[in-house]
C-alpha cells in the first residue's frame, strides 16, 4: 500500500447471531483507490461485513478504521452515535434493493442528504446532482419518479445518490444481482468508470465475470473467515484455499442464465 495507511483497517472483527459466528475474527485492508471484491458462498457473511463497515450492524469484537474514523465494540452508545454519523459521512451504500424515496424525483433522491447532513444549498446540492446524473447516463431523468425507470436506471440513480455525498469509500452489496443481465452490464459500466476514476471501492458479488473485468483485490470469504485474498488472476488461475478452489469450480459449472 505504498506506505500509506489504508483507507480502510479491519482487525479481527467478529460477528455472533448467539453461538453463531457470521465472521470469526475477519481482518483485511484496503488501500485509496483500491476496488476490492469480496466473494464466497452464500451465508459466508459477506454482507454483514459491509454493515459492519457503515455501522448498520453492531459487532462483538474487533475494530474497523474506515475514513479516518474508528469502529470497536466497546464504544459507550452515546459515542457510538457521533461516531456513526461520521463514517457514514464518509462512507456510501448501495443495496441489492435500490432504496430510492418513492415520493421523490430523482434529482430530489439525490439533493435530499447534501442539504440536511452537508448543509448545501438547494442551488448547490441540484448543480452536484446534475453533473452526476450526467455521470450515470440519466441526465434526461431529474424529473422523473423512481416507479417509472427501469431496475438498471433505478441502481444507478442509487449509485449517483451515494455519490452525492462525496463518500471517501463506496460499499455495493450485490449491486446487480436483481437486474437482468442488460440492465446489470449498465451498472457494471457505472461502476467500472468510478473505479477508473479512482474512487475507493467493497463490492459483494456472486458475478465472477464482474470481478475478473474490475476487481483490484479480491477477498474470499469462507466459514466466517476469510480464506485468501490476492489479484484476480492470481486468485482465478491458482487458487492456494482447497474452498475458493472449489468455489470457483461450482461458480464456473453453473450454466449461464439467459
Known amino acids: 500500500m505504498n506506505?500509506?495507511?489504508p483507507i480502510v483497517d479491519v482487525q479481527g472483527l467478529t460477528k455472533r447471531y448467539g453461538d453463531h459466528a457470521v465472521l470469526d475474527g475477519i481482518?483485511?485492508?484496503?488501500a485509496t483507490?483500491?476496488?476490492?471484491?469480496?466473494?464466497?458462498?452464500?451465508?459466508?457473511?459477506?454482507?454483514?461485513?459491509?454493515?459492519?463497515?457503515?455501522?448498520?450492524?453492531?459487532?462483538?469484537?474487533?475494530?474497523?478504521?474506515?475514513?479516518?474514523?474508528?469502529?470497536?465494540a466497546d464504544l459507550p452508545p452515546a459515542e457510538?452515535?457521533?461516531?456513526?454519523?461520521?463514517?457514514?459521512?464518509?462512507?456510501?451504500?448501495?443495496?441489492?434493493?435500490?432504496?430510492?424515496?418513492p415520493h421523490r424525483t430523482v434529482l430530489g433522491n439525490l439533493v435530499e442528504a447534501p442539504i440536511q447532513v452537508l448543509n448545501k444549498t438547494r442551488a448547490e446540492a441540484e448543480a452536484h446532482a446534475i453533473e452526476l446524473l450526467k455521470r450515470v447516463g440519466l441526465a434526461d431523468k431529474q424529473s422523473a419518479?423512481?416507479?417509472t425507470l427501469s431496475g438498471g436506471q433505478q441502481q444507478r440513480v442509487a449509485i449517483a445518490r451515494a455519490l452525492a455525498m462525496a463518500p471517501d469509500v463506496l460499499l455495493f452489496d450485490e449491486p446487480t444481482s436483481a437486474l437482468d443481465p442488460t440492465m446489470a452490464r449498465e451498472v457494471e459500466a457505472v461502476i467500472a468508470d468510478l473505479a477508473a476514476a479512482g474512487q475507493t471501492m467493497i463490492v459483494v458479488t456472486h458475478s465472477m465475470d464482474f470481478v475478473r473485468r474490475s476487481a483490484t483485490t479480491v477477498h474470499v470469504f469462507g466459514d466466517a473467515r476469510v480464506l485468501e485474498s490476492g489479484p484476480p488472476e492470481q486468485l482465478f488461475a491458482a487458487p492456494r484455499d482447497p474452498r475458493t478452489q472449489a468455489f470457483l469450480e461450482a461458480r464456473s459449472s453453473r450454466p449461464v442464465q439467459a
Open 3 to 5: 506506505g500509506q495507511q
Open 27 to 30: 481482518s483485511l485492508s484496503v
Open 33 to 72: 483507490g483500491e476496488v476490492a471484491f469480496i466473494v464466497g458462498p452464500s451465508g459466508g457473511g459477506k454482507s454483514t461485513f459491509l454493515r459492519c463497515l457503515n455501522g448498520l450492524e453492531s459487532f462483538q469484537a474487533g475494530r474497523i478504521h474506515v475514513a479516518g474514523f474508528e469502529l470497536t
Open 80 to 101: 457510538r452515535s457521533t461516531r456513526l454519523l461520521q463514517v457514514r459521512r464518509g462512507v456510501g451504500m448501495v443495496f441489492q434493493q435500490f432504496n430510492l424515496f
Open 145 to 147: 419518479m423512481p416507479s
